[in-house]
Nanobody
Framework: QVQLVESGGGLVQAGGSLRLSCAAS???????MGWYRRAPGKQREWVAKIFKSGSTNYADSVKGRFTISRDAKSTLYLQMNSLKPEDTAVYYC??????????WGQGTQVTVSS
């Protein structure tokens, strides 16, 4: 069965960096993987995604600061640089199968202090 497990969250000062990881396991092949985040009291916000081709998309709010990547083991990464307090959120990894099925991790907390 598919399982996604995020790691790498924590507390960081504004201007600092964090690297999130999402370990994917299971018997399916993912068409795309990506990240969402949910800040306190706000709606879920899409952050970034990467397709099998390696093509990537980013939300305007993180473009130029965050970089999404994946390796051959389908481990997903989100390198977050120049972090701002408004980046504070729970970050969720997701993966989309060829049949349209979506899978989600449980999230990892990122807190950026000023």
């Amino acid at each position: 069965q598919v399982q996604l497990v995020e790691s790498g969250g924590g507390l960081v000062q504004a201007g600092g960096s964090l690297r999130l990881s999402c370990a994917a396991s299971g018997s399916i092949s993912f068409n795309a993987m990506g990240w969402y985040r949910r800040a306190p009291g706000k709606q879920r916000e899409w952050v970034a995604k990467i397709f099998k081709s390696g093509s990537t998309n980013y939300a305007d709010s993180v473009k130029g600061r965050f970089t999404i990547s994946r390796d051959a083991k389908s481990t997903l990464y989100l390198q977050m640089n120049s972090l701002k307090p408004e980046d504070t959120a729970v970050y969720y990894c997701y993966a989309t199968n060829a049949d349209g099925s979506d899978y989600w991790g449980q999230g990892t907390q990122v807190t950026v202090s000023s």
